[in-house]
């Protein structure tokens, strides 16, 4: 019988990168996941960026400080992903986002997806979909061996 691939949670700010088949978790608060994955390697990582400070998703202004920060923690993320898997020539990526139901919360978390979808471009990794949630509560379970991404809404699984 096939034992389910385990649960890896991944903080704000940060990243992991599976060589195994293995779910990668995030609980998102105004945050963005980026789901990286090769569609034939089966290798991926999960990078989970902050859309703001707490308290500051209201403003939609992206600072210097927060876009150099998360290109810096993406850059670092996929130097680390084509060294562990150096034959994957197939990347693609997902993106899924929390957001506050607020406009300016909202604009700010566009202008974010829209900054690291052109960013992956120039890479050479294509951006599959990308989609923001407003709900209370948003969770992502990533599975990079399938190219699998769960967004659950509602009460977020402890």
């Known amino acids: 019988m096939n034992e389910p691939a385990p ?5 704000s700010d940060d990243y992991r990168i599976a060589t195994d088949d293995v779910v990668l978790c995030a609980n ?3 945050s963005l996941v980026v789901c990286l994955y090769d569609a034939v390697e089966e290798h991926g990582a999960l990078m989970h960026l902050r859309l703001a400070a707490p308290g500051h998703s209201r403003d939609p202004n992206l600072t210097d400080n927060t876009l150099s920060s998360d290109l810096a923690l993406l850059d670092r993320a996929l130097r680390e992903l084509s060294a562990a898997s150096p034959r994957a020539q197939h990347w693609q990526a997902k993106l899924v986002a929390h957001t506050e139901d607020q406009a300016s919360a909202r604009v700010r978390c566009e202008g974010l997806q829209a900054f690291i979808g052109a960013f992956l471009q120039d890479a050479g990794i294509q951006v599959v979909s990308s989609m923001a949630h407003a709900e209370p509560a948003v969770s ?9 991404v769960r967004t659950l809404t509602g009460a977020v699984p402890a």
């Open 140 to 148: 992502v379970r990533f599975r990079p061996a399938m190219g699998q």
């Open 28 to 30: 998102l608060h105004s």
């Open 7 to 11: 649960d890896l949670p991944v903080a």
